[in-house]
Each structure stands twice: as C-alpha cells, then as structure tokens.
C-alpha cells in the first residue's frame, strides 16, 4: 500500500497514519486510550529503526510485512497490558508518567527486535542472531556480559581473526595490540579481542573487557569507552558513532556492535 494510503484497499481496514517527523522520544498521554497511541508509536518506531539500521526506501516492504505476518495483532495485544498496567496504577494512585513511558519505550525496542529478526530476514542488510532475543528481559544482574557479546556479536560468522583466549595469540600480535590500543586497568578481564589489520599485525581492531571497549580503526588514534560512560549510539552510513568517536570495522560488525552497546547503555549499573 502507498505510505499515505488511509485505508486498505482489500480488508478496508483504516491505516495507521505515519508521520515524517522522526522519533525523538516515545509520549504517551496516560489520561487517554494508551492501544491506539502504542500502535501510532510502533509504526514511527519502526520507520526510524529501518532508516538508521537497514535501508530507509524498505520502509514499506516492513511495514507491509507487520500486516502479512499478523504482528499488529501482537503489538495490539501488548497495547492492551500496558493500558491494564496504566489503569491499576492509576487506581492505586501510584501512576507515574516517566516511568510508564520508560516502560512502552522499552516494550517497544523489545518488540522491533522481535519482529525484524524473525520475521524480516530476507529483508535486512545484515543477518542479526537470533540469540540476541534471549537477552530481551536479561539485566546486568541477571544476564552475563560475556554471553551477552557473544550472543550479540555472533563472531564466528565473521571473516575477522578473533581471539577469546589471549595465551592463544601470536605474542607479537598481542604485543601490537598493547602497545597501540589495548590499555586495560589492573583490574579489568579481556573477554574478546579482534583483529582487523590487513596485514594480521594485531595494531588494528578492537577489544572488549568486562568494563570498557577498546578499538582502533586504521589512520585513526586509539579510542575507548567505558560502559557506564556510554551516552550515545549512532549509525552514519556503515559505520557507527559511540560518544562521538567513530567506530568502523564492517556492516555487519558495526551494526551488531551499535544494538550490544545501546543493550549494554540499558543494564543497570
């Protein structure tokens, strides 16, 4: 259907209008009815997902998708426990408008990723792992860091030289990679490191430790972000922006990287 059609022209059903304006942030009015406004937020949702993760112009194959595979009736249905869950709060008089709205925006992430992976795969760019669904309701308390990057990451679909135990890396490479980009505190345990240099020297990559990611892109200084330090994730083109440093391996790395990060960004600290 054209984005701007109102209504279906097979079922007649009345299309959910889907505003140009990107997502800043996810508003609910409380005092009205929250299922129509949640469905309204999906589709923006949606459409900002698919511009900043795969390819703006497929906007419309998704949103078909959500019609053919029935998913608005499950984002319906999840429309309908958060209005019982804004309903018992306001009859206990416990309602609180930010964090009913943390809430729906986190239903929402949970929900997008639902549906891209599983029902959208022949439409994305790059193969996300099913496994990082298994990690939708997980916490820092309750969820392991290292499977986390794994699950996220799913490094052993890549062409890069990946090393989990570092006493299995060629010493010089190592070494490279100590003395260009790799500075962890006494206290830090390296979970993974990457290596992305052309010639297998270990001076370009990244690292990940249980507290901070280091990397190094090619003609670039080495950079680092501590997680609990993480304040922004954005994609531009193929690669990503975290805090402002760019970070650039491949597609595929780069966007798997921006949805750990913004998961990580999340935990609880």
């Known amino acids: 259907m054209p984005l ?24 609910f009015d409380i005092n009205q009815a929250i299922p129509e406004q ?4 999906f589709f923006l949702a949606l459409k900002q997902r698919v511009q ?32 019982e869950q804004v309903d018992t709060q306001k009859a206990n008089g416990t309602a609180d408008y930010r964090k009913i709205n943390r809430a729906a925006e986190k239903m929402l992430e949970d929900l997008l990723d639902y549906f891209i992976i599983k ?10 792992p099913q496994a990082i669904l298994k990690h939708q ?3 820092r308390q ?34 490279n990679a100590g003395s260009t980009y790799l500075f962890p505190a006494k206290d830090e345990k390296i979970l993974l490191l990457v290596d992305t240099s052309l ?17 190094r892109t090619a003609f670039q200084k080495a950079r680092k972000v501590n997680y609990r330090r993480i304040e922004s994730i954005e994609m531009e083109k193929n ?31």
């Open 137 to 139: 309701y997980g916490n």
């Open 4 to 27: 701007k059609a109102r209504f279906c022209p097979n079922c007649g059903e009345r299309q959910i209008e889907v505003k140009e304006a990107p997502l800043e942030h996810i508003l």
């Open 38 to 41: 949640f469905i309204e937020q």
């Open 142 to 175: 309750k969820s392991n860091l290292k499977g986390l990057i794994f699950d996220y990451l799913a490094l052993d679909q890549e062409k890069e030289r990946v090393y989990t135990d570092l006493g299995e890396m060629p010493v010089e490479r190592l070494k």
């Open 199 to 215: 010639l297998g020297n270990g001076k370009v990559g990244f690292a990940m430790t249980d507290q901070t990611l280091y990397w």
């Open 239 to 269: 690669w990503i922006v975290i805090n402002g440093q760019f970070f650039n391996v491949n597609p595929s790395i780069n966007l798997k990287m921006l949805k750990l990060l913004k998961k990580i960004k999340h935990w609880k600290y």
């Open 119 to 128: 029902f959208c795969p022949d439409l994305n760019q790059v193969e996300l």
């Open 52 to 83: 900043q993760e795969h390819r703006g112009e497929n906007y419309q194959a998704f949103s078909e998708r959500v019609y053919e595979s029935s998913f608005r009736e499950t984002v319906g249905r999840r429309a309908e426990e958060l209005q």
